[in-house]
């Protein structure tokens, strides 16, 4: 291995969303979707350069930074799209915003596939548009797949709500956090034409498409066809996969010039179209020379995943963990244990000194008790945050 992923190196007093609101500082923190891994060494280099020079002004994205992405994009995932065609946006989520704004006046509304990543839900519901949950089906692992459980989509039901005259967007995780599902190309042609057939515009979040676990492949939901490429929105960062989510640096790919200029428009009454000079040169960075970096990446979170897996099916009775088949977060079914999931959160992050997401956020089916795992993280830590839990669950079970 040319990367070290191994060490732990404290987080601990850097304004850090992770380590740094924890109630107390015992707590091991396995919950927001970022790594506990430095940077690729070119990455930290080309922003060492940046801030050696010293001038801080008001930074203008050269056409460099679209063409390294649309590079990106046909190197690694076959698709071919025009630097042209992309927006850039302080991250993804005000990307989000924009375009349910764009597409759908308040009281319209958008489709989203439960349980999903949970700021879906205010980004909708804060400008006034209503939810229309298409849930996702709990289904027995494929024979062969690791895990105890993972998921489908419900073609039926998603055909009945893109029928709603209301529903205008149909917005994805692809691949999804929290199920950690690589969407096949059969399934996304399904959801695709679906759509499609209703007049419901396709909305993409593929912020999590580089982090393929070993075997998975992403399938970008606009590469499909020139329909869906002409229909579709796809969000697109360097954030999650390089680990750069504070440095706010996203891109909408939007291939309609007259839909990328609406988008636009209401970036702009929103002031969220500029981009700060460290994240589209880390960005750059990651896609031209970190590569190698990505790639010693995926396989040490899966060797996390194997990890997590092995330990929780030998040590940690009542809990079944989903396929992970890409992303780093792993969705446990604790329903077993009987505890509502923001109580049961709360109680491991007291008792057990740890800290997960519950399922609630997100969505969870009702009566069900669900926990979203963060495995980015050196595998000692991981280790010894499940040595935590298998205490707790001892304690729990001598009650
Ligand atoms: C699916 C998904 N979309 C968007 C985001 C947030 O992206 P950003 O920080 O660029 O707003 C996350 C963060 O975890 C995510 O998991």
Redesign the pocket.
Known sequence: MKYDFDTFVSRRGTDCVKWDVLADNDILPLW??DMDFRSAPAILETLRRRVEHGFFGYALPPAAWRESLAHWLARRHGWKIAPSSILDSV??????SAVVRTFCKPGEKVIIQTPV?N??FPTIRNQGCEILENPLRCIPVHPGAKGDFTYEMDFEDLERKASDPAAKLFLI?NPH?PAGRAWSEEELRTVGEICLRHGVFLAS?E??ADLQLPGSRHVPLASLSDAFRDASVT?W?A??AFNL?GL?T?AIICADPAIRSRIHHTQVIHGTEHLNPFGFLAAMTAWEQCEDWLDELCPYLCDNYDAFLEFVHERIPGLRVATLEA?Y?TWVDASAWGIPSEELARRLEEKAKVKFSPGAIYGEPKGTTFLRVNLATPRSLLLAALERVERFAEAERRQ
């Open positions: 927001v979707a991250s993804v989520i005000p990307a989000i990543y700021a879906f995780s956090n979040d912020i999590h969000f960062s954030s999650k989510a706010q996203a992303t977060l």
